[in-house]
Every structure is written in structure tokens, then in C-alpha cells.
T-cell receptor, first 114, second 112 residues
């Protein structure tokens, strides 16, 4: 079945450092890809998405490019802030199927230190 | 604020009991999804409803059931609760035919 694999956390960075969180996927079709963020004590918020190969999703300085050839959707940010500390989830959903349920990776905890 | 509401925010109960979690989707969204977030299983899809009809089932136990009412709110019923059912239960909603889902704040269930 479809699956998402994320790099293990926690990731600890200093403020203004460059962030990369790796995400790869396995899917039989052509899924849409997402990054969700969960701040402490809150629900999930959609951070960015891409619906087809070579699309780049971006939001709040974060970006990720849908790479079909490497089945990847790595999250990057050039300069992290303390306020970016959260758990980040990579997810996919099938396009054109009977359901667009989300399949999530295990999540990566990011801790940014001042 | 995603526009999706869930009640209650916290629920503490005992093993063997039954509880009902409630979700109101965003205005105009016909699809409702339930997810479970636990330490050992991560975030897992449970079930999806579309305009009152069950659309898809995931890793939902037989002790759990859900429904979506004519006003489109949804309820997740958990019965014969076990310690392992302790988790965060999220509801999400989406527009017809769209893949973007908006999540509620979750209900934290603690089974003692």
C-alpha cells in the first residue's frame, strides 16, 4: 500500500539555520503531497502542498518540490525561527480515487534554539 | 482557526466505557474524516463520510463506529474502551472533490 517515510527526529537547530526535513513516498498512482505542521497543544495545519510532479509548494518561507523521479518531497527553509518549533508531518493522498484520505509519515519534531 | 470544531476538547473515562466525539465541518464541506494520533501508531486514518454516506474505512476497530448526520456534523462512537484507545482524535473536512483537508483542534481521550 501507499506509504510515507520521514527522517527521524528530533531535529535541533539554532535560529537562522537552514532546515531540511526529508520525505519520501511510495504510491501506486499519482498522489498529491502535503506538509502539515502541529504546534504544541494544537491540531494540524496545512503548511504547503503540491499536486503534480515538479510543482513547488511554498508558504511562510518553507518550500518543497514534488520530485517524481526520486519520489521525494523534502521540506526546506532558509532561516528558521524559534517560532517554527513544532512537529512536521509529510502526507500524501491519492488523486482520482474513491477517497482522498491522508496517509501520514511519522512526524519530525523540530526544536529551534535562540 | 480552520473552521472545523470538535467537542469535547478533553475526555477522561474508564476502561469498558463508551464515549461519543463530535465534529462540525467547515461551512460548505461535505466530507468528514476521522484520524487517530497515538504515540505508538502515529497519525492513522479511521473513516471518511461524504454527505452522510460512508466513503472509506481505514484502521478502525470494530468497537468504533461513526456517522454523519443530515446537517453534516459527524460523531465518532468508541465503545468497550481499552487503555490503548487513549489518543488524540482529529476530525477533518474538505470540499466536494477536493483533496485539501482542514483539521479540527482534536479531542484528547484518556482511558484510565
Amino acid at each position: 500500500g501507499d506509504s510515507v517515510t520521514q527522517m527521524e527526529g528530533p531535529v535541533t537547530l539554532s535560529e537562522e539555520a537552514f532546515l531540511t526535513i526529508n520525505c519520501t513516498y511510495t504510491a501506486t498512482g499519482y498522489p498529491s503531497l502535503f506538509w502539515y505542521v502541529q504546534y504544541p497543544g494544537e491540531g494540524l495545519q496545512l503548511l504547503l502542498k503540491a499536486t503534480k510532479a515538479d510543482d513547488k509548494g511554498s508558504n511562510k518561507g518553507f518550500e518543497a518540490t514534488y520530485r517524481k523521479e526520486t519520489t521525494s518531497f523534502h521540506l526546506e527553509k532558509g532561516s528558521v525561527q524559534v517560532s517554527d518549533s513544532a512537529v512536521y508531518f509529510c502526507a500524501l493522498s491519492e488523486n482520482g480515487g474513491a477517497t482522498n484520505k491522508l496517509i501520514f509519515g511519522t512526524g519530525t519534531l523540530l526544536a529551534v534554539q535562540p | 482557526d480552520s473552521g472545523v470544531t470538535q467537542t469535547p476538547k478533553h475526555l477522561i473515562t474508564a476502561t469498558g466505557q463508551r464515549v461519543t466525539l463530535r465534529c462540525s465541518p467547515r461551512s460548505g464541506d461535505l466530507s468528514v474524516y476521522w484520524y487517530q494520533q497515538s504515540l505508538d501508531q502515529g497519525l492513522q486514518f479511521l473513516i471518511q463520510y461524504y454527505n452522510g454516506e460512508e466513503r472509506a474505512k481505514g484502521n478502525i476497530l470494530e468497537r468504533f463506529s461513526a456517522q454523519q448526520f443530515p446537517d453534516l456534523h459527524s460523531e465518532l462512537n468508541l465503545s468497550s474502551l481499552e487503555l490503548g484507545d487513549s489518543a488524540l482524535y482529529f476530525c477533518a473536512s474538505s470540499v466536494t472533490g477536493g483533496s485539501e483537508q482542514f483539521f479540527g483542534p482534536g479531542t484528547r481521550l484518556t482511558v484510565l
